[in-house]
């Protein structure tokens, strides 16, 4: 019989036979096997790699002699596979721009297969640009009162532009902001009063009529209504008669006496200007007595 075809373990041995005088013709087969037991085998070692394809190893002893006298080898290998080595998935996309405008990160994966200690980061980070950003601009001053008597609202506005100066819609928030208000000076101008009595008695004159601004009915000097508080307008009188008015005097004349002891009389006048046909009320002509500036002269006594 052959050497058992197992080193340890079941295996099988066989014994052949030949047809002697060269003929084919003898009977009963010329082959035959049977199972053998060459004992039991040894354990396997460790895999060599930890992952991935590695060896394992196993021996054994010749007993009863030299290991040269021992049919076959006394060590075997065989290729072993303990779990694939981990190693990284193909990079994922490139994921989304953190921003929808102005300078952002995206990002992309990767992962690790097989296990969890594959070298290297399973993330990268790349910068991306979007549009210019929107931002609003600096709040315009608030208005006045839109009431200046009870309540009203005060507004003031901001506009939504790009770095670039351009209009844009997409700033978060309101362009309009409100605040309530009370309108302290509730003025009005009260009625027209009547018209007052012409300024002249002939001719053309002015007649004049007012209104007072008040607060709530009450003067008040800090009030300022809308309007003029006066009107004026002509009015027409009985035509004049023609004025006409006196010169100055002229000097009094030098007086009719020349001494001191005789009453004379000196005069003067005046003279009526004005339109034609008009009369000066009063004299033209005045005089009055005087004495002359000589002594007397002293007659003789009887």
């Known amino acids: 019989m052959s050497t058992c075809s197992a080193t340890c373990g079941q295996g099988e041995r066989s014994r052949t036979r030949f047809c002697h005088q060269g003929t084919n013709r003898c009977d009963g087969k010329d082959f035959e096997a049977e199972r ?6 040894p354990e396997w070692s460790t895999c060599s790699a930890t992952c991935g394809q590695g060896i394992a190893t196993r021996s054994r ?7 040269h006298l021992c049919p076959g080898r006394s060590t075997e290998q065989k290729t072993c596979e303990d779990r694939p080595c981990s190693q990284w998935a193909p990079w994922q996309e490139w994921g989304l721009c953190s921003a929808s405008c102005g300078n952002g990160m995206k990002r992309r994966q990767r992962i690790c297969q097989y ?3 594959c070298p290297g980061p399973n993330e990268e980070s790349l910068f991306c640009y979007g549009p210019p950003c929107a ?3 600096e709040w315009c001053e608030w208005t006045s009162c839109s009431s200046k008597c009870g309540p009203g609202q005060r507004t003031r506005t901001r506009s939504c532009q790009t770095s670039d100066g351009r209009d844009s819609n997409d700033c978060q928030g309101q362009s309009v ?3 309530p208000c009370e309108g302290t000076s509730c003025c009005s101008l009260e009625p027209w009063c009547s018209w007052s009595k012409c300024d002249a008695e002939c001719g053309v004159g002015r007649s004049i009529r007012t209104r007072i601004c008040t607060n709530r009915g009450s ?15 002509q009015c027409n009188a009985q035509a004049c008669a023609p ?7 002229c000097e009094w004349s030098t007086c009719s006496s020349t001494q001191e002891c005789v009453v004379g009389v000196h005069s003067r006048s005046r003279q009526c200007v004005g339109e ?7 004299m033209a002509d005045e005089s009055q007595q005087c004495r002359g500036t000589q002594p007397c002269k002293q007659e003789p006594p009887c």
């Open 135 to 137: 931002q609003w601009t």
């Open 276 to 282: 034609a046909g008009c009369n000066c009320i009063g």
């Open 243 to 249: 004025r006409c008015d006196w010169t100055q005097w």
């Open 219 to 233: 003067p008040d000097p800090a009030c300022h209504c809308d309007g003029s508080d006066r009107e004026e307008r």
């Open 177 to 179: 902001e409100n605040l």
């Open 115 to 117: 296990g969890t200690d």
């Open 36 to 41: 053998c037991d060459a004992g039991p085998c």
């Open 61 to 67: 002893s010749c007993l009863g002699g030299a290991e």
